[in-house]
């Protein structure tokens, strides 16, 4: 079982939805959650970051962490066109070494 | 504005002919990552610097080497690339005891 789970999609939906993005992970001592979104042929830039549990919103987006699942969310509402990119989640802990472990990314298509 | 910087964007290079990607960071960040990442899958993360003080992935084969001369650049040695180096090769930056990282956009490989 790898560390950080992320379906790779991709998701397509129409313009205007709400989007869900998620992934799972199995290391409880995470306990910082990020989203970076990477369009293609890019490098990833960091999106939404998310300290322990609780909801965090920021504009059309929403992370949300829930540590007792180890499972977080990304929404997106309002989708729109600019939004078709790779959003990939990444977790590290504290204390020690930050570097994050990246799930794998979840392709994302908005179509108007 | 502050950025991290990859050059070439775009590499060509034969089988077994040694390459050498470049990074250069304007954010005076102290640690920097190499990662590479390939198609629809998490970036891997091949070393990274705290300061002059290398970090090396246990399962980084010895084939990739790294040097940093001073903070603000970074360089990536391919020894002898074959055809299962072709990727995506991302620099990213960070500072002391941070779990965010800056990406630059990327340098992508292709091994002939």
């Known amino acids: 079982q790898k560390e950080v789970e992320q379906d790779p999609g991709p998701l397509s939906v129409p313009e205007g939805a709400i989007v869900s993005l998620n992934c799972t992970y199995s290391n409880s001592a995470f306990q910082y959650f990020m989203w970076y979104r990477q369009y293609s042929r890019k490098g990833p830039e960091l999106l939404m970051y998310?300290?322990?549990?609780g909801n965090k919103e920021d504009g059309r987006f929403t992370a949300q962490v829930d540590k007792s699942s180890k499972y977080i969310s990304l929404f997106i509402r309002d989708s729109q066109p600019s939004d078709s990119a790779t959003y990939l989640c990444?977790?590290?802990?504290?204390?020690?070494?930050?570097?994050?472990?990246f799930g794998r990314g979840t392709s994302l298509i908005v179509h108007p | 504005d502050a950025m991290v910087i990859q050059n070439p964007r775009y590499q060509v290079t034969q089988f077994g002919k040694p390459v050498t990607l470049s990074c250069s960071q304007t954010?005076?960040?102290?640690?920097m990552y190499w990662y590479q990442q390939k198609s629809s899958q998490a970036p891997k993360l091949l070393f990274h610097y705290y300061d002059k003080d290398f970090n090396n992935e246990a399962d980084t084969p010895d084939n990739f080497q790294s040097r940093r001369p001073n903070t603000s650049f970074c360089f990536l040695d391919i020894r002898s690339p074959g055809l299962g180096d072709a990727a995506m090769y991302l620099c990213?930056?960070?500072?002391?005891?941070?779990?965010?990282?800056?990406f630059g956009p990327g340098t992508r490989l292709t091994v002939t």
């Open positions: 990444a977790m590290s802990s504290s204390g020690g070494s930050y570097i994050p472990t």
């Open positions: 954010l005076n960040h102290n640690v």
């Open positions: 990213a930056t960070s500072g002391d005891s941070s779990y965010e990282q800056y």
């Open positions: 998310t300290y322990s549990s």
